[in-house]
């Protein structure tokens, strides 16, 4: 059981590239969440996706696009990277029960130069 | 909209000493409530989660929380720090939204000095 598979590990990017974080698990979660983690300042969600086809914007969207197409997939979007968006992202999903704790994934390391 | 401080971004102790992090939530809704650890380089892992029932929640590694709805508090505590336990510690509240969101505090830096 892979559990969350995120890819790549790390990446510089140069100012106005774009580029997809890949986020895969393969145990049938609904609910999946991007978040990005900068240091003293917590987790902080970008966007989350509830099932195939169903995604919202979380505290700080901007600069992200997501889609899920499937139940296993759920890419983030960078586009026209900026220098705000160097950061440590993980992505992370759990069923869709209340009680039960987020899986997550190993995280991107993102530097923007 | 929900809400988690954590009280104290860095907290050193010394080993064998009291650990005690501090978190307050705030939720519109019954919330259920967790404690995660994150090790260098690494994702998150759960500690302890509250949900319904006894207030007392034990988890790994020795530590423990007890939810007090009274004072929206749900603070981590484990009686003899280990160095192993120098980690950051995030708590986290699934609550508004349909308990579809995830919102996590800042985070608390434990250091255990020898």
């Known amino acids: 059981n892979a559990g969350v598979t995120q890819t790549p590990k790390f990446r510089i990017l140069k100012i106005g590239q774009s580029m997809t974080l890949q986020c895969a698990q393969d145990?049938?979660?609904?609910?999946m969440y991007w978040y990005r983690q900068d240091p003293g300042m917590g987790l902080k969600l970008i966007y989350y996706?509830?099932?195939?086809?169903?995604?919202d914007k979380g505290e700080v969207p901007n600069g992200y696009n997501v889609s899920r197409s499937t139940t296993e997939d759920f890419p983030l979007r960078l586009e026209l990277a900026a220098p705000s968006q160097t950061s440590v992202y993980f992505c992370?999903?759990?069923?869709?029960?209340?009680?039960?704790?987020?899986?997550f994934g190993s995280g991107t390391q993102l530097s923007v130069l | 909209a929900q809400s988690v401080t954590q009280l104290g971004s860095h907290v050193s102790v010394s080993e064998g000493a009291l650990v005690l992090l501090r978190c307050n939530y705030s939720s519109s809704v019954p919330p259920y409530l967790f404690w995660y650890v994150q090790y260098p380089n690494q994702g998150l892992q759960l500690l302890l989660k509250y949900t319904t029932g006894a207030t007392l929640v034990k988890g790994i590694n020795g530590f423990e929380a007890e939810f007090k709805k009274s004072e929206t508090s749900f603070h981590l505590t484990k009686p003899s720090a280990h160095m192993s336990d120098a980690a950051e510690y995030f708590c986290s509240l699934i609550g508004e939204g349909g308990y579809q969101k995830v919102t996590f505090g800042i985070g608390t830096k434990l250091q255990v000095i020898p």
């Open positions: 996706s509830v099932g195939a086809g169903i995604t």
């Open positions: 145990m049938n979660h609904n609910y």
């Open positions: 992370a999903s759990r069923s869709g029960t209340p009680n039960e704790k987020l899986f």
